[in-house]
């Protein structure tokens, strides 16, 4: 069974970074698309970033293009989530997800098979 645990959420003025991490065990992470998903109070679930198992693809949401990166390091079982020019509408808890079919579309959160338990990211302005 694959675990998925999500750090480095926390509280940041607006303009300010922070960095995510998901460490995986328990499969193998080297051959799992990775998903990051955020979901305020009140709404759904939504796609924020993704990464291909080999890291050749990287699509992002409209909402966070050129403010957030997605990485990973397969020989430390990572993901992470590189958060610059918070705004508060960021606000949210992050969930880390892995997909093992390899499924070509990125952005369906049913389409993942493994969650994380989230990690609160809390943006002020």
């Known amino acids: 069974q694959v675990q998925l645990v999500e750090s480095g959420g926390g509280l940041v003025q607006a303009g300010g970074s922070l960095r995510l991490s998901c460490a995986a065990s328990?499969?193998?992470?080297?051959?799992?698309?990775m998903g990051w998903f955020r979901q305020a109070p009140g709404k759904e679930r939504e796609f924020v970033a993704a990464i291909t198992w080999r890291g050749t693809v990287t699509p992002y949401a409209n909402s966070v293009k050129g403010r957030f990166t997605v990485s990973r390091d397969n020989a430390k079982n990572t993901v992470y989530l590189q958060m610059n020019n918070l705004k508060p509408e960021d606000t949210a808890v992050y969930y880390c997800?892995?997909?093992?079919?390899?499924?070509?579309?990125?952005?369906?959160?049913?389409?993942?098979?493994?969650w994380g338990q989230g990690t609160q990211v809390t943006v002020s302005s």
């Open positions: 328990g499969g193998t992470f080297s051959r799992y698309n």
């Open positions: 997800a892995a997909d093992r079919d390899l499924s070509l579309i990125y952005n369906i959160a049913n389409l993942y098979d493994y």
